[in-house]
């Protein structure tokens, strides 16, 4: 299934080689980060995304999906490390509103944490920093996804992770179809 624009994917953080050093670094380097060094980490890598990757690929005319961005930010450092500090969330809105770009859309795909936690140990894959958490921290990072998704529900879009991946497709296209057909990108 095509939307027959071009479209550029990248992942947050990563998608240039500084990012993906920052990357390695957050997730995978024994150090002991605090939760603000990890945080403007996240933002460095993110404004490095936006300065060589997604600003250069708008001005091209090009859609960007990214793979996570500031939203997650919110909903791990400052819910579920911070769990919901007043300081650490204004300091992520703080370096937000910093940010010349932002999505025009985000799709959260939602599902209860016992279920993620089944599918990530069926997947097999080696955990990072942070999903090696626990399920309080997850719970925490689910109610931060949840408020910025009841505060900004014409940006940030949930969608029911708990269907088939074949409908979750469909919905997200036909969500976006019908977005950028409002913005005039597809005619209707
Ligand atoms: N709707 C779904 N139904 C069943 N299994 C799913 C569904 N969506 C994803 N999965 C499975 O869950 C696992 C994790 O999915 P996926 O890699 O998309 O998650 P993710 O949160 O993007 O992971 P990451 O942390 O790497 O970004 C995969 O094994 C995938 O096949
Ligand atoms: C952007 C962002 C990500 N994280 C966490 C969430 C995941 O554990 C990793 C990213 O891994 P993925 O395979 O690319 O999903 O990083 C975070 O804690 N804070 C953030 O801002």
Same mark, same amino acid.
């Given at each position: 299934?095509?939307?027959?624009?071009? #479209?550029?994917?990248?992942?947050?953080?990563?998608?240039? +080689?500084?990012? !993906?050093? @920052? %990357?390695?670094? /957050? *997730?995978?380097? &024994?150090?002991?980060?605090?939760?603000?060094?990890? #945080?403007?980490?996240?933002?460095?890598?993110?404004?490095? +995304?936006?300065? !060589?990757? @997604? %600003?250069?690929? /708008? *001005?091209?005319? &090009?859609?960007?999906?990214?793979?996570?961005?500031?939203?997650?930010?919110?909903?791990?450092?400052?819910?579920?490390?911070?769990?919901?500090?007043?300081?650490?969330?204004?300091?992520?809105?703080?370096?937000?509103?910093?940010?010349?770009?932002?999505?025009?859309?985000?799709?959260?795909?939602?599902?209860?944490?016992?279920?993620?936690?089944?599918?990530?140990?069926?997947?097999?894959?080696?955990?990072?920093?942070?999903?090696?958490?626990?399920?309080?921290?997850?719970?925490?990072?689910?109610?931060?996804?949840?408020?910025?998704?009841?505060?900004?529900?014409?940006?940030?879009?949930?969608?029911?992770?708990?269907?088939?991946?074949?409908?979750?497709?469909?919905?997200?296209?036909?969500?976006?179809?019908?977005?950028?057909?409002?913005?005039?990108?597809?005619?209707?």
């Amino acid at each position: 299934m095509a939307l027959d624009l071009p #479209v550029i994917q990248t992942r947050d953080p990563g998608g240039t +080689a500084a990012g !993906e050093a @920052i %990357r390695n670094l /957050l *997730l995978f380097e &024994k150090a002991d980060l605090s939760i603000t060094a990890q #945080v403007l980490l996240f933002f460095a890598a993110r404004d490095q +995304a936006l300065n !060589e990757v @997604i %600003r250069p690929s /708008l *001005l091209d005319g &090009k859609i960007v999906m990214t793979d996570r961005h500031t939203l997650s930010t919110l909903a791990y450092q400052g819910y579920g490390l911070a769990k919901g500090d007043e300081g650490t969330l204004e300091m992520i809105s703080t370096l937000d509103r910093t940010m010349p770009v932002r999505p025009d859309i985000t799709f959260w795909l939602d599902v209860p944490v016992s279920i993620s936690s089944q599918r990530t140990e069926a997947r097999n894959a080696g955990s990072d920093r942070l999903e090696s958490n626990g399920a309080d921290f997850f719970e925490r990072v689910r109610t931060g996804y949840s408020e910025a998704w009841k505060k900004n529900p014409e940006r940030i879009i949930r969608i029911d992770g708990t269907k088939e991946q074949s409908l979750i497709t469909l919905e997200i296209m036909s969500i976006l179809k019908q977005s950028m057909a409002e913005k005039a990108i597809l005619s209707a």
